[in-house]
């Protein structure tokens, strides 16, 4: 270790403390800033359209490596773009929140949760031996970095939302009330298929819809699973503006898409 090094015309000084933040990438977290259109700051309008300050955790290094070199292109592509702003958001809650204001209230409450704007839970504790906050059992070592529309902390790791963790067949499978569309996607073994054939668009109906409805084996695979399932991603907004129109599932069934009482898209066979 170099303790005092004068260099002219000042002092370089190298340290233990200082060291600690080489072992982390800063290559991961830069392309997702630069991909989600960081560089345009102000992230308070195009994220809650208001002028609320936010709170970001951002990760470094080991905070990415959920995605390969095929994911991280791909979330970056237009096509991809929402589920990248999905995760963008997740990282980000309202308002300013400093480490000592998160200190202060996991000794007043314990571990803790603050909602994303995305409103999924984000879980905070407390490591006593490293005397310092977590966030999804990273630990957070870089904090208070002041922004124009708030705070930056960084971490070795960065709560995931679902829209990056869970594919088709596994938000249906999350969900009861669609257990039996599951089960029939379960009985022909499709499910890895799904995972595999990416990117597809589900549609689930619920456990009532399957009442008294009679569905042989053999069909289950063509006239059930393909039938619910369609190439490519299809936004709501999308639909929205395209009532009227047909859609053609992944076996060839034609569906009329419509909207209900509450502007959700439906498919009308």
Known sequence: MVDKCVVCPGISMLTDVAGIYTKYKLNE??????????????????????????????SIGTGFDFFNREDTTRIATDKWKRHLWDLMKHTLVRGKHTIEDLQKRFFKEGPFEMESLIGEPIKFDYDPVKKNMTIAGGDIFVGDIHGVDGLVHFSTE????????????????????????????????LDS?????????????????????????????????????????????????????????????????????????????
Request: hydrophobic share 35%.
């Open 29 to 58: 977290t830069a392309q997702f800033l630069r991909a989600t259109e960081w560089n345009r700051r102000d992230l308070r309008r195009s994220l809650t359209n208001n002028t609320e300050d936010l709170t970001m955790f951002a």
């Open 193 to 269: 298929d799904i995972g595999r054939l990416l990117p597809l668009t589900g549609m689930y109906a619920p456990n009532s819809a399957w009442e008294g409805k009679r569905i042989f084996m053999e069909s289950v695979g063509d006239e059930v699973i393909k039938s619910h399932m369609f190439k490519e991603l299809m936004w709501c907004d999308a639909l929205r503006g395209s009532v009227g129109t047909t859609l053609i599932s992944t076996n060839e069934k034609k569906w009329k898409v419509t909207l209900n009482a509450n502007n959700m898209p439906c498919f009308e066979s």
């Open 158 to 189: 960065v709560p995931l939302p679902r829209s990056v963790t869970h594919n088709v067949y596994d938000m249906g499978k999350e969900d009861p009330k669609f257990s039996t569309q599951i089960t029939y996607i379960d009985t022909v073994r």
